[in-house]
């Protein structure tokens, strides 16, 4: 069965530090990943998407790469600042006819400590 | 909230009970869906909208029904609600497109079952 696994234990970082979030999939072949942020008591938010022919994408200090082969996505949070603490969400959407259906992952909560 | 709004935020109810939640948008997507979300299982597709009457399942779409009679409106009714339904439920809304593949997600409806 397709399965997605992001990391259930909590990801504690120092302010300034680089924030490595992982995603990681089986029996799925995804034509786009997204990652969202949510925070406690709140919907997700949407951060970034990636195609299945790209290998990276940025925005500001945010950075994700998508390694098909690997069945893997990685998400970077650069110069990390205690305001991004909250947890992230990755989402895998395949090629479907009807609407952009989407299989999230668990998430990861990630701490940033001063 | 990218214009989304659930009705109630917050329900207490009894077993056997019917349930309807409302989800309601002013953006004019085309796509909505509806979530639960549950610790240790993310968020879970419940059943989506592609148009005006035009809806289907999801993973998780046992024990739920739903319908859409306007473009803005997208109701979720659980028929004779149970403690299993215990959940956050979150409405969300996308276009469909190369570019625009998103979600947008509402502030979500904390439903209890007794």
């Known amino acids: 069965s397709q399965k997605i696994e992001q990391n259930s234990e909590a990801l504690n970082i120092q302010e300034g530090k680089t924030a490595t979030l992982t995603c990681n999939y089986t029996?799925?072949?995804?034509?786009?990943l997204q990652w969202y942020r949510q925070d406690p008591g709140r919907g997700p938010v949407f951060l970034l998407l990636i195609r299945e022919n790209e290998k990276e994408k940025r925005k500001e200090r945010l950075k994700v790469t998508f390694d098909t082969t690997l069945k893997q996505s990685l998400f970077h949070i650069t110069a990390s600042q205690p305001a991004d603490s909250a947890t992230y969400l990755c989402a895998l959407e395949g090629v479907t006819g009807g609407g952009n259906k989407l299989t999230f992952g668990t998430g990861t909560q990630l701490k940033v400590e001063l | 909230d990218a214009g989304i709004t659930q009705s109630p935020r917050h329900k207490v109810t009894e077993t056997g009970t019917p349930v309807t939640l409302r989800c309601h948008q002013t953006?004019?997507?085309?796509?909505m869906y509806w979530y639960r979300q549950d610790p240790g299982h993310g968020l879970r597709l419940i059943h989506y909208?592609?148009?005006?009457?035009?809806?289907d399942k999801g993973e998780v779409s046992d024990g739920y029904s739903v319908s859409r009679s306007k473009t803005e409106d997208f109701l979720l009714t659980l028929e004779s609600a149970t403690s299993s339904q215990t959940s956050v439920y979150f409405c969300a809304i996308s276009e469909k497109g190369q570019i625009l593949r998103e979600q947008y997600f509402g502030p979500g409806t904390r439903l209890t079952v007794t």
């Open positions: 029996n799925y072949s995804p034509a786009y």
């Open positions: 909208s592609y148009g005006v009457k035009d809806t």
């Open positions: 953006e004019n997507h085309r796509y």
